[in-house]
């Protein structure tokens, strides 16, 4: 059994586009406990997936199953394995779902098949499967540069309590990202304020500090996103943001029983409505896998 836990972007900015279309990101993720989990058993020498959620793709579209393939053929393994996915992340919602399930099935088939690769080989794996696959391998807390890929952990801040919405629209990351334009962007995040407010644990301030440039194209596209997260904030949040490229929304709140009453106030009117917590560090936690 596997735990893939999602993740929010406390900051999300963008300095421009590379040469190679990727646009050059900086941004703090955080992962946190609303997860997949993923069960896997050895199984002759192909590579089949099993999913309890309706119309999700089982085969080639699916990076779970291009995760397995990717790491067979890179390590030469002759194996097979029947994965089994029960999923609880919403998909397409900015929470890195896809991401943290296909960084789940490294972990576990280098563990499983016996194949020994080293972090940095998996991490060079993931990268090709997407860009915040290097930082689900481990998780916690990371700022990304780069496409995502260059990554410096940090130590996590306490048990910081957060309500999240996922909006009900399906929206494409490729599509948010090119049409970002730098020029419609008023407000960078403050990246070391962020950082600072982790390292001294103080929530207040990392509510105060809460941007995501993404949000000058998904707003627009969907007024409702920017209801919600003015929403929780009239409810007492601590501050609000769009977590990645959207339509998920999350409120930074004091504690436990404050995520639980702002959820209360959108569970009426929205199906996908999560209390979560943020989580250390978990790449190097073998209670995270258990085959």
Not at 104 to 111: C, D, E, F, M, V
Not at 186 to 209: F, H, S, V, W, Y
Not at 240 to 255: I, N, R, W, Y
């Amino acid at each position: 059994m596997v735990h893939c836990p999602a993740k929010v972007n406390l900051t999300l900015g963008i300095q421009g586009k590379r040469l190679d279309g990727y646009h050059e990101l900086e941004t703090i993720m955080q992962s946190i406990s609303l997860e997949d989990t993923l069960y896997l058993s050895s199984e002759g020498t192909g590579i089949s997936l099993v999913a309890d959620y309706p119309g999700l793709p089982v085969g080639e579209d699916n990076l779970i199953y291009r995760a397995a393939v990717l790491l067979r053929d890179y390590a030469g393994a002759n194996k097979g394995v029947r994965i089994t996915l029960k999923k609880q992340i919403p998909l397409a919602a900015g929470l890195a779902g896809g991401s943290t399930d296909a960084a789940g099935t490294l972990r576990a088939l280098n563990r499983l098949w016996g194949l020994g690769l080293t972090a940095p080989e998996l991490e060079e794996l993931g990268s090709q499967l997407g860009s915040d696959v290097p930082f689900c391998l481990r998780g916690g807390t990371a700022l990304a540069r780069g496409r995502g890929e260059k990554l410096t952990f940090l130590e996590g801040p306490g048990d910081w309590w957060l309500t999240l919405v996922k909006i009900p629209v399906s929206i494409s990351t490729a599509a948010v990202y090119h049409s970002f334009r730098l020029e419609a962007v008023t407000q960078q995040p403050d990246q070391e304020a962020m950082l600072d407010a982790i390292r001294k644990d103080r929530l207040k301030e990392a509510g105060l500090n809460l941007v995501n440039v993404l949000e000058t194209v998904t707003i627009p596209w969907y007024p409702e996103i920017g209801a919600v997260r003015a929403e929780m904030v009239e409810r007492g949040a601590i501050g609000a943001l769009m977590s990645g490229s959207g339509p998920t929304v999350f409120g930074l709140v004091a504690d436990r029983a404050e995520a639980i009453r702002l959820a209360a106030a959108f569970r009426d009117r929205y199906r996908e409505v999560y209390v979560v917590r943020t989580l250390s560090n978990i790449g190097d936690n073998l209670s995270m896998i258990s085959l």
